[in-house]
């Protein structure tokens, strides 16, 4: 586990990253040797495992269970069954309770799981991220958690923010968490966290596809020791909320991911998750359909070439799907619902 000199100190070598493009290049790099090493035959049906920075290991690939809606205790359930390990969720889903209801159903010993949960950030503050927590640990009918994520900073409320990493520590050294991360954070965010934090947070969970890649927020958290891992890994962002005027878009469809597809014999799906997997990323893909939770994960027995990776990255847009952490907090959520109402 890195301690908080360490997480100081290497932030600022993440902030010089974030400012040097040979660096970013050569750490980008070396993340995909590594990532190919690590994804190298794994068992079938499973992924292989990466390691956190505190030593727990954590599967690479994962299923992702936003807006599952009622296939989640179905889905998560199928998804077991095919070999996934890493089941993810969050409070704001409100889903938990379907979420534990599939692992139920599987069968599969908790001792092979890793769960991971959010705390949203109307909870942030010491007192209420415990009593947040407990909610969380009883709807999934769980005695412990993997992986404890804080959703999203809260920019114009860090004090918040950081009182609810305070309590995520608490729980860590009580045993009732594995390990402890962030969704959504910047570099600048993880920086102000490391001036008060004790714990350098072993994930963080962002928004990466390849219309937006984050180079950069990638290489910071590579800086720092902390892993990086995608949410909307295959586009579904844009589907789940298109932008005012854009429509929606289905990455999927791109021509060139469609090219590589063909030319590889996979779905465009399995070409994108490798892409994830080789710049060194994990990733948490969802579906609800029994046929895409099994593909999804048969991303193992095959390589992008060098050149194949350099084609991919070039498509990015700069696309970002969601909100911009940098705005979306309480106020801002606050505002957009009165918004709504006076409509």
């Not at 139920?104 to 010491?126: I, P």
């Not at 993880?190 to 390849?210: D, G, M």
């Not at 994830?276 to 029994?290: F, L, W």
């Amino acid at each position: 586990m890195i301690n908080r000199r360490e997480f100081i100190t290497r932030g600022v070598a993440a902030a010089s990253a974030l400012a040097i493009p040979g660096l970013l290049a050569a750490q980008t790099a070396r993340g995909s040797r590594k990532a190919a090493e690590s994804a190298a035959n794994p068992a079938p049906g499973k992924s292989p495992v990466i390691k956190l920075n505190n030593g727990v290991e954590m599967p690479t690939l994962g299923f992702g269970t936003y807006r599952a809606f009622e296939a989640t205790a179905t889905s998560v359930d199928t998804a077991l069954r095919a070999g996934y390990r890493l089941v993810d969720t969050a409070a704001f889903y409100g889903n938990e309770e379907q979420v534990g209801e599939g692992i139920r159903r599987s069968g599969v010993q908790r001792a092979e799981l890793f769960v991971t949960t959010k705390l949203w950030m109307a909870d942030y503050g010491q007192e209420q991220t415990i009593r947040a927590f407990d909610v969380s640990l009883k709807k999934l009918g769980l005695d412990y958690i993997d992986l404890y994520l804080l959703h999203y900073p809260a920019p114009r409320h860090f004090d918040d923010t950081v009182a609810a990493y305070h309590a995520a520590e608490k729980l860590l050294a009580e045993g009732k968490i594995r390990a402890i991360g962030v969704s959504n954070f910047s570099a600048e965010h993880l920086r102000r966290l490391a001036q008060q934090a004790s714990t350098t947070p072993a994930v963080n969970q962002i928004e990466i596809h390849p219309y937006f890649i984050q180079r950069e927020l990638r290489a910071a958290n590579a800086a720092l020791g902390i892993v990086t891992q995608a949410w909307s890994p295959i586009g579904g962002i844009f589907i789940n909320h298109p932008k005012n005027g854009n429509g929606i878009i289905h990455l999927l469809r791109d021509p060139k991911i469609a090219a590589l597809a063909e030319r590889y014999g996979k779905t465009t799906a399995q070409i994108v998750l490798r892409w994830h997997i080789q710049n060194g990323v994990a990733t948490i893909p969802k579906s609800v359909q029994a046929d895409r939770i099994q593909s999804n994960l048969e991303v193992f027995d095959f390589e992008l070439t060098p050149a194949d990776m350099v084609s991919m990255d070039a498509i990015d847009r700069g696309l970002r799907g969601g909100t911009d952490p940098e705005i979306f907090d309480m106020d801002y959520m606050r505002a957009r619902q009165q918004a709504a109402a006076k409509s």
